[in-house]
């Protein structure tokens, strides 16, 4: 057969009847050369022919067919759109009935008869299995029935042994455990589309693309882009699969005003098969897109409009209870018209627990974000259903993150309910078409635009709407954020329906911001930030250099404390007067005024609101003062992970995530050892290690990865990059005996042959080749190493030293860690594992550049001394043969100076130290130099001392000695020094800060016993009460950080004494780590 | 002619003054964080700026390691020269080369695309390599004809 098909040409080839009556290769074997001719509209005829196999359809009706892989195509092929409309021609009447099937099932869904939902579905399996039954049917039990469905899920895998469900399952799993908290479902199928689209290979993009709009709803992926010829790689799905996914990217790409096929052939093809299943949704958006509307639709709408809402309800109730799919589209004026009549939400069916939902989202409830989870959770289960793609339309609408042209996508693709959508799901311009309205419309549906009273409004969303409305007809910027400010301090799920993007979009493209509100510009940002965690950074540095310039000067601490600060100043002082933000006022010389700077503000604002997270971030700010100096001093400042950032900027993701491997690991861990079987044990156990991998994956991505505050970061521009390559290669560079390239080629060494002009020819150029050589094989040794000083992420061994890529061992270490902590303490826990994890790196990088790159290097230099040796024979030459000889001494000291780049400043290991002398200079010097410009000083007789102290004591010895020092300046008698003595007497090491008092008729007696009475537990309060920088608070950091330390006070010659002692045997032992 | 160039790295930092001193009769000013720059580019008459793309906050000393170590440094600083309203004629020496091989995660024809907004007065971009003279070459080359 094969031969003869071969010998005909293209434009004869037909469809034989004689086709059918052979084997089914003769069907394979014509399949391939229609294809190869691209002879689609055989292809089509042959995949409609009646007579065409059962084997080559997708309609399986037996188990252990399903899923069954269609072999005529089995790559990327653009004639399989052709193949797929032939097959949908051929069963148009199984097609047809599932239609009718998933309505029905919808209606019955919708009012909650879980057995006539069953039953349906029960209808379909018998004619066709698909994935579309099976998640209904999750779905049903779920939701429906509030089952738990892990049984169901587990019986799949029995039900279907050749149904590939691992992943799939996984999906079904979490998406079931998702009522509550849709985002981590959400984030696992986003990660993988990603996935799909940074491979940078063209099939899985598009692959990703359909898989995302088989699953999503086009708000949650905006960015897809679906092609018809990728859909092959869902092609042993069944009938009914496929088609829904080609319904969803014909609705994807008429939402985007695409054409829908590319190939103009298809599209004739595509509307008669459509005619003949009798496809009216799609219809709707290829055929008939002026659809007048349904008049029963039109008569509730007139009812709503007028404000008759109980006629509305009456109507729509009606509809659900008939199974009538003309209710699929009224949620909104169903809600709305139960809000206006106060009429309760009944319980009994799921269309009203739909719109219960809805009425707390529109009105801001306090429960408002589990309803939006909640109803979202439902919007993906039923992703391809009618009324599913109109919830989420009006969900989205609302949304703040979707700007003016994202709502025309998502109106467009409401238009597949045709003659039953509304009016206002049509168009886009629907409010200003419709202003006319307004005067059949009660005044709380926002009758008068001028009204300005939130309580004239029963919905109060729509008074916020009608709001930015306003503000933005009347080009009032200033205004639309300042009440947006002010709605989200009085409840932050008003954010829901700021029209944010269009905010940020303004505010970036001013072009003169003299008449904008700074602060308020800033506090919208902050705000954009936070919710959205976008990067601002640059607007908010711009706009708050204009503001100081306003302000006329940079020490906002001083300007805001001679006012009374309202509550926008203090959020602004808070949010946004951060480090990150000050250090780039360019009237700050250093680092510690920018620290002191923050340290005054959270002073300030402490006086005004005493909360505690600001007691905790003045700790911390102190706390980067101290890393900041002992990375100077000990010249390990090279590696760094700014991990207050990543908490302040990342932890509420870490708790979701964590919350999400408590939710997963609750699934079954009650019933694992009574019923599962030893490989469902493995598999729970898998699974569990998937979601450890997806928070060590964030973890990598921002401890190690982050290009703002990340190991890599500092890696890679302090280490790296030329930074490495420089120190050692400067050593033979000043002894003059490396020499640089170009294109690859060494250039002369012109030093030696310049300098030994006298010197036979052969000879020197004999050396300078010998030099080359060195020149190139030194920098090979140096770059190999360099090479190595990165961060490794495979799951394969990396030779980059770095390796962070997620190993077994290490999953199950996160896992571990994960299961014995809770969410007080499981961040610091995983932080801590990182940590370790470095600096066992940094370990082993000291090790390959001490170990590996400094023996070879010592290597070559040998090995040239020796060939120069008998390159010049007995010709002097002895400043060269010097020249190499310091080499080794100097390649050794930038060796160990290197090294001491590899340590971490920060750890909470106990293997690093630092010296208690280095730590006091740290505190003094970081107060003394703030203060010097105010005319105080701070006398410090220093002694020496070997204590070592761990990190975690010297935070807490160097926040003591700042706040205690601060005190003293600020609260002791002017123009006297505050004195700091150190001594060692007894084993006992004692530090002193004294100032003079400034009231010299105080009872010391009672000052002294006053404050020592607060020295018992009972007060720790007074750590919050003191606004973290009282004497109790640094006794009791002290004492928590180790027995070694004891605190006392005293008053004597008028003098006010803090005396911290230091207990040498309790530091004994401790070697200082290199 | 004044030149001022931004360099934390002081190894590199000679190199450049070596080989500016050697080749042109420039007025060298240097300056190693980005707060020393700016002030360095406001105080003096700046005809031209070499600047690394990551540089820390402030000087680095025997007691500061500098403060926030700023990955794109260079860019916010001659962002903030050009809200303050003063344009100089600037080029880009980094070690950075290529994509996801650095802090940034890009390469330097995307920083290079970043630096165009700059219009005019950004001049270029080179790769620095301590064993390469090509970006002493590319160096004068960009002097000469955009500069002098």
Not at chain 1, 327 to 351: A, H, M, P, R, V
Request: hydrophobic share 35%; charged share 30%.
């Amino acid at each position: 057969m094969l031969k003869k098909l071969l010998k005909t040409r293209p434009s004869k080839l037909k469809i034989e009847n004689s086709i059918f009556n052979g084997k089914n290769k003769n069907i394979d074997d014509l399949l391939k050369i229609l294809k190869f001719h691209k002879r689609n509209d055989l292809i089509f005829e042959l995949a409609s022919d009646s007579r065409l196999p059962s084997e080559y359809s997708n309609i399986y009706t037996r188990n252990e067919k399903f899923h069954i892989l269609n072999k005529p195509f089995t790559e990327s092929n653009t004639s399989y759109i052709y193949w797929l409309l032939g097959l949908l021609k051929k069963d148009s009447k199984i097609i047809k009935f599932f239609l009718k099937k998933q309505e029905e099932f919808s209606l019955f869904f919708l009012n909650s008869e879980h057995e006539k939902c069953f039953s349906v579905l029960d209808e379909m399996d018998s004619i066709c299995l698909s994935w579309w039954s099976i998640k209904n049917r999750l779905a049903t039990k779920t939701i429906l029935l509030d089952e738990i469905s892990d049984n169901y899920i587990d019986e799949l895998k029995k039900t279907y042994p050749h149904l590939n469900l691992s992943s799939v399952a996984n999906e079904f799993q979490i998406l079931t455990k998702s009522k509550n908290n849709i985002d981590y479902y959400l984030a696992l199928l986003l990660s993988r589309f990603n996935e799909y689209k940074k491979s940078g290979l063209e099939a899985a993009l598009h692959e990703g693309n359909i898989d995302s709009c088989n699953l999503l709803p086009i708000t949650f992926d905006l960015e897809r882009d679906t092609d018809f010829n990728f859909l092959q790689c869902f092609k042993e799905w069944s009938l009914v699969d496929n088609y829904l996914i080609l319904k969803s990217i014909v609705i994807d790409r008429y939402s985007r005003k695409k054409d829908i096929f590319t190939d103009k052939g298809v599209d004739k093809i595509f509307l008669s098969v459509l005619k003949e299943i009798g496809d009216v949704d799609c219809l709707n958006l290829i055929d008939n897109k002026n659809i007048d509307i349904d008049k029963e639709i039109e008569d509730i709408v007139k009812s709503y409009t007028i404000g008759n809402y109980i006629d509305a309800v009456k109507k729509i109730d009606f509809l659900v209870l008939n199974h009538n799919k003309k209710c699929f589209d009224l949620f909104e004026i169903y809600t709305k018209s139960k809000i206006y009549s106060k009429i309760g939400f009944e319980q009994n069916n799921l269309y009203n627990k739909v719109c219960e939902y809805y009425s707390k989202i529109l009105n801001l409830d306090d429960d408002s974000y589990h309803a939006k989870t909640y109803l979202y959770y439902l919007a993906l289960f039923t992703r391809h259903d009618q009324w599913s793609i109109s919830l989420i339309t009006h969900l989205s609408l609302d949304n703040s993150k979707i700007n003016n042209n994202t709502n025309e996508i998502l109106l467009r693709q409401n238009h597949i309910l045709g003659s039953i959508n509304t009016p206002k799901s049509r168009s886009i311009d629907f409010i200003e078409a419709n202003s006319n309205l307004s005067d059949s419309l009660p005044v709380y549906r926002g009758k008068d635009k001028n009204i300005s009273c939130s309580s004239d409004f029963t919905i109060y969303s729509d008074y916020l709407k009608l709001k930015f409305r306003l503000f933005d007809v009347n080009e009032q910027l200033n205004e639309l954020i300042e009440f947006c400010i002010d709605e989200y301090f009085k409840n932050k799920s008003s954010y829901n329906f700021f029209p944010i993007e269009d905010i940020y979009e303004k505010i970036k493209n001013i072009e003169d911001y003299s008449g904008i509100y700074k602060i308020e510009a800033l506090l919208i940002l902050d705000i954009y930030r936070t919710e959205t965690s976008g990067n601002v950074n640059d607007l908010v540095n711009k706009i708050f250099d204009l503001l100081l310039q306003e302000l006329g000067g940079y020490k906002l601490s001083e300007i805001f404390s001679k006012k009374i600060i309202n509550d926008k100043e203090f959020v602004f002082l808070k949010n946004i007067c951060t480090p990150i933000v000050l250090d780039s006022i360019v009237d700050f010389d250093s680092n510690d005024e920018v620290i002191n700077e923050r340290v005054s503000i959270i002073d300030l604002l402490l006086r005004n609101k005493n909360l505690p997270e600001l007691q905790i971030e003045r700790d911390r700010v102190l706390e980067s003062m101290l890393s900041e100096k002992l990375r100077a001093k000990i010249e390990s400042g090279k590696l760094y992970v700014d991990v207050q950032a990543i908490e302040s900027q990342k932890r509420s993701s870490y708790d979701q995530l964590f919350k999400n491997y408590q939710i997963a690991s609750s699934i079954k861990d009650n019933t694992l050892n009574t019923q599962l079987e030893l490989k469902e044990r493995k598999e729970y156990e898998n699974k569990k290690l998937l979601l450890s991998a997806n928070i060590y994956g964030s973890l990598v991505d921002d401890f190690a990865l982050n290009e703002e505050y990340g190991l890599d970061k500092y890696l890679s521009a302090e280490v790296r990059h030329q930074v490495f390559k420089s120190e050692i290669r400067v050593n033979f560079e000043k002894n003059n005996l490396i020499s640089q390239k170009i294109k690859d080629n060494y250039i002369t060494n012109t030093f030696w042959s310049k300098k030994y002009s006298y010197v036979s020819p052969d000879i020197l150029s004999e050396i300078n080749n010998r030099l080359n050589i060195f020149s190139r094989n030194i920098d090979d040794i140096i770059e190999r190493a360099n090479d190595r000083l990165r961060i490794g992420v495979t799951l394969d061994e990396s030779n980059y030293i770095f390796d962070f890529g997620p190993k077994e061992d290490i999953l199950s270490d996160i896992s571990h860690i994960l299961d014995n902590s809770n969410i007080e303490n499981y961040f610091d826990n995983l932080i801590d594992y990182m940590w370790s994890w470095a600096e066992r790196c940094a370990k082993k990088a000291q090790i390959v550049i001490n170990d590996e790159m400094l023996p070879q290097l010592i290597g070559e230099v040998s090995s040239v001394h020796s060939d120069i040796m008998r390159i010049k024979n007995v010709v002097p030459m002895q400043d060269l043969i010097s020249s190499i000889g310091a080499l080794n001494t100097d390649i050794k000291n930038a060796t160990e100076k290197i090294i001491n780049w590899f340590r971490f400043v920060g750890s909470k290991d106990d293997i690093s130290y630092e010296k208690i002398t280095v730590v006091i200079d740290a505190a003094i010097s970081s107060i003394a130099r703030i203060y010097s410009g105010r005319g105080k000083t701070i006398k410090f007789t220093p002694v020496q001392s070997d204590i070592l102290l761990s990190y975690q004591e010297s935070k807490s010895l160097f926040i003591s000695i700042f706040t205690a020092l601060e005190n003293s300046l600020k609260y002791g008698v002017d123009l006297e020094c505050v004195k700091v003595n150190l001594k060692n007497i007894d084993q006992i090491t004692s530090l002193e800060i004294i100032n003079k008092l400034n009231n010299s008729n105080l009872d010391a007696e009672n000052l002294i016993e006053s404050i020592k009475a607060k020295w018992v537990d009972e007060v720790k309060i007074l750590n919050i009460k003191e606004g973290g920088s009282g004497i109790y608070k640094i006794r009791d950091m002290l004492i928590s950080a180790s027995s070694g330390f004891c605190v006392d006070v005293c008053i004597e010659h008028e003098e006010f004494i803090l005396k911290i002692e230091i207990i040498n045997e309790s530091f004994n032992n401790r070697r200082q780590s290199n | 002619m004044k030149v001022l160039i931004i360099e934390d790295n002081p190894i590199k930092r000679d190199k450049i003054v070596d080989y500016l001193k050697s080749n042109f009769d420039f007025d060298i000013i240097d300056a190693s964080s980005f707060n020393s720059g700016y002030k360095a580019a406001i105080a003096n008459f700046i005809d031209f700026i070499i600047l690394d793309m990551s540089i820390p906050t402030f000087d680095r000393t025997e007691s500061s390691h500098g403060g926030r170590f700023r990955t794109t440094g260079g860019l916010d600083l001659i962002d903030k020269l050009k809200m303050k309203g003063v344009n100089i004629n600037f080029l880009v020496l980094t070690g950075y080369h290529e994509f996801g091989d650095s802090g940034l995660k890009k390469d330097i024809n995307t920083i290079n695309s970043d630096l165009l907004k700059f219009g005019d007065f950004y001049k270029g971009i080179i790769y620095f390599d301590s064993s390469d003279s090509g970006w002493e070459e590319k160096l004068g080359d960009l002097i000469n004809q955009e500069i002098l």
